[in-house]
């Protein structure tokens, strides 16, 4: 028997449809809720005073109406037209422009709690009419009511108010619009009534907050129905340009890379790097006690990359534009001809004058004007003390991501405190870098001595050596330090030992080449002994032949003197006669 059991086939189950998005077109905020706001629904946004409610609520429209072509409403009942005109204006946007071509209309709505009575059954009946009348005269998508307080003011009894509450939002939900509705925050609840969050399909908080006396903002999804979305805390900036909120969790990392390498200004820098110094694209971090050199080295930095022709934009919290040209005359280093003509530019500014979300607009700012190829941020520590340390390494984190993006080359110094772990850098900045260089003081012999050297570079084969650099009126030179049993000496104490090292070579140069005297004495002196033995051996065998001669002589002439006395003694001649007739003369024996 089949078990039905064993033949059942468990097939996915189909995904849900996906709610309908609306898109804000703020910067960030999109990204946080998925999105955008829930279509056709109404959404709640709520805070204190100066945290940016109207202006959020007013972007939405702004933006509906030129990027999404969207036509919207904007009811106000504390603000009049022309004072959200000049207000709006502040972002950047046109909001009577975009009303005389009808994309938007601004109805201004006044009530006056004082002129408000309740006697008998009191509804919002009139003011549905009124907004339904401004949606169909633009065909309006979107609908902004701010505020909420300024409506329900001059009423007293909780009951009414709740159900006209609650008309409201079903009145705006049927009418099919996106809408976007501000009230001010409650002391122990969201809202001063307690019950527009529960209403809303979609609650977003504005917070402004003050820490160490630097003022922040901050914006959170507290409620979003049918769909997911970022629920941390994330700070956000109103800027020239709008709102932005830029959250860390909505960063992906999926940026394009370079294998391109760029010199460091410094060549004995860029051999320790494989002798081609940074990838492009990369994120760079300088560590280093107060007064090793981190500001030159991000000076020749800049200053070789502008001589490439690229534009660098140099972020200082701690020197003047002019006073870091001055200083670095002292180098031989010259910026001015790169300030002229456009390829250098200087941004300094007080850490105390603004959070970190302003700085952060600002920076952004000045990249999206100037388009650097290189940006130098001396020092990112200056900033730390704006915020805590989560926020501090999130900022961090959205300017290299924002950067990367780009493929723009950036260089962060960071400032090492005395008694803190020299490879431990502010805010665990280290893990966000690609490169990491550290700078040291080294202590010796009475003086104080500057040290570099590589403590990580992704994806490149670099030196894990320890040099010794110095800063004179000529610039920068890398040198090796010297290593040996006692240590790694520095500053004079190297100099003496190279002193050391030197005489003991010439000292062996010396005797090595008095050695070689010696023996070409030798040699000489056994040449000439050759020499004379060569000659001796000639004049004997010049003698010797003379002799031979002599002898030759003697021997041939006795001969001859013996065949002539032979012959005048014919006695001593013995003639004989052969067999055939031959006569045969033969000497006698004596």
Known sequence: MTNPQKNHVLRPAPRPARLPRCPTGIQGLD?????????????????????????LAAEFLVRGAVQFDEPGVLMAFEETEPELNANVASLGFDLAGLVRRKKILVDYVHIEPGEIQESGDYDLEGLFVRINHAIDTIGAKRVVLDTLEALFSGLR?????????????????????????????GREQLTRHGLEEYVSDCVILLDHRVNDQIATRHLRVVKYRGAMHGTNEFPFLIG???????????????HQVSTERIATGIPRLDAMLGGRGFFRGSSVLLTGTPGTGKTIISANFAHAAARRGERVLFFSFEESPNQI???????????????????????????????????LATMFKEIAEFKPHVVIVDPITSLMDSGTDSECKGMVTRLIDYLKGGQVTTLFTSLTQGGHALQQSEAAMSSLMDSWILLQDYEGNGERNRVLYVLKARGMAHSNQIR????????????DAYIGPSGVLTGSAR?????????AVLASQQEAAQLEREVERKRAALERQISGLRADHETEAVELRRIAEQVGTRTFVLGTERAASGRLRQADIKVATGRRGHVRAEKLPA
């Open 31 to 55: 990204e946080i809720t998925g999105g955008g706001l829930p279509r056709g629904r109404p959404t709640l946004v709520c805070g204190g005073a100066g945290c940016g409610k109207t202006l």
């Open 468 to 479: 010794e650099f110095l800063i004179s009126d000529r610039g920068i030179d890398v040198v």
């Open 157 to 185: 009894n909780e009951a009414i108010l709740r159900a006209e509450l609650c008309r409201l939002f079903r009145w705006l939900k049927d009418k099919g619009v996106t809408a976007v509705i501000t009230a001010e925050r």
């Open 495 to 503: 100099a003496a030992q190279h002193s050391l090292e030197k005489a």
């Open 240 to 254: 020239e340009t709008g709102i932005s909120v830029l959250p860390i969790t909505s960063l992906s990392l999926n």
């Open 325 to 359: 040209i001055r200083n670095l005359h002292s180098i031989g280093l010259r910026l001015e001809p790169l300030v002229k003509r456009g390829l250098l530019r200087f941004h300094s500014a007080r850490p105390s004058l603004y959070g970190l979300e302003m700085h």
